[in-house]
T-cell receptor
């Protein structure tokens, strides 16, 4: 069965600092990997996705993630945090065995301080 | 292009009642998925519909059901509500084959008293 682990339920960074949100997955077949963002009282928005093409994936709002099969990781980064980046971030995995239903991590709340 | 629209946005029910939630996908999208979000369990997959057929189902009791109409609009129903059903119910759509790249609505927040 597939699963996702997000290390750190809360991450705090200063404005302008590097953002690093960690995600590790398990899947017995080639996975599709995603990062979604959720702002308060809103639904989820896709930030980026990995679907077996390039291992370094660029998304919206300056975010990117690197798929590392050897480490079963898909960490999300952004070089310089902005106040508007404060939100809840979810890593998710899907694969053929799950019928491509998304299996989400527990989420990481990002706080950006001035 | 309008996004995924969910109604109602907020509702309060009492234990034992039933509830129906509605979802209108993005125009042209034929796949609709439903997810439940709670503080304790996080985001969990309920089911997916494509062309009026349930294509995939999560691990929820039979009290949770859904359907999809010919115009791709979808409804989900929860019968005999329990306190634990209090959650944000999120609907998401995609064009055809679901690979996980979904467009989510803002959700329907259900409170069961």
């Amino acid at each position: 069965a597939q699963s996702v682990t997000q290390l750190g339920s809360h991450v705090s960074v200063s404005e302008g600092a590097l953002v690093l949100l960690r995600c590790n997955y398990s899947s017995s077949v080639p996975p599709y990997l995603f990062w979604y963002v959720q702002y308060p009282n809103q639904g989820l928005q896709l930030l980026l996705k990995y679907t077996s093409a390039a291992t370094l994936v660029k998304g919206i709002n300056g975010f990117e993630a690197e798929f590392k099969k050897s480490e079963t990781s898909f960490h999300l980064t952004k070089p310089s945090a902005h106040m508007s980046d404060a939100a809840e971030y979810f890593c998710a995995v899907s694969d053929v065995n799950s019928g491509y239903a998304l299996n989400f991590g527990k989420g990481t709340s990002l706080l950006v301080t001035p | 292009k309008a996004g995924v629209t969910q109604t109602p946005r907020y509702l309060i029910k009492t234990r034992g009642q039933q509830v129906t939630l509605s979802c209108s996908p993005i125009s042209g999208h034929r796949s609709v998925s439903w997810y439940q979000q709670t503080p304790g369990q996080g985001l969990q997959f309920l089911f997916e519909y494509f062309s009026e057929t349930q294509r995939n189902k999560g691990n929820f009791p039979g009290r949770f059901s859904g359907r999809q109409f010919s115009n791709s609009r979808s409804e989900m129903n929860v019968s005999t509500l329990e306190l634990g059903d209090s959650a944000l119910y999120l609907c998401a759509s995609t064009v055809g084959r679901n690979t996980g790249e979904l467009f989510f609505g803002e959700g329907s927040r259900l409170t069961v008293l």
